[in-house]
């Protein structure tokens, strides 16, 4: 059983900053990749952000360069600066523990709770 506890979300305005922050804990197997995916109301969950085990990074395209993703594996811990927030932002956002296949894809495979983000203009 794998444990994820979020925390970090909020309300902020437009232009401002927070840092997501998700432990893992419980049955977690080496190499995993970590990722963040957020789902606003009315829309699909899609993917924000992804880290492999190794550091390699990969970002939607609507938050490049605004946000951040990190780990620390002796924590297996992934945060999720994110700046220069914008209404758009808005949504609850996921954290994962999964796996990277080949061509790099991240397939999630354990989701935490969510933790909600609102972005006022």
């Known amino acids: 059983q794998v444990q994820l506890v979020e925390s970090g979300g909020g309300s902020v305005q437009a232009g401002g900053s927070l840092r997501l922050s998700c432990a893992a804990s419980?049955?977690?197997?080496?190499?995993?990749?970590m990722g963040w995916y957020r789902q606003a109301p009315g829309k699909q969950r899609e993917l924000v952000a992804c880290?492999?085990?190794?550091?390699?990074?990969n970002y939607a395209s609507s938050v490049k360069g605004r946000f951040t993703i990190s780990r620390d594996n002796g924590k297996n811990t992934v945060y999720l600066q994110m700046n220069g927030l914008e209404p758009e932002d808005t949504a609850v956002y996921y954290c994962?523990?999964?796996?990277?296949?080949?061509?790099?894809?991240?397939?999630?495979?354990?989701w935490g709770q969510g933790t909600q983000v609102t972005v006022s203009s």
């Open positions: 419980g049955s977690i197997f080496s190499g995993i990749a």
């Open positions: 880290i492999s085990n190794g550091g390699s990074t």
């Open positions: 994962n523990v999964g796996i990277m296949i080949s061509g790099g894809t991240y397939v999630p495979v354990h």
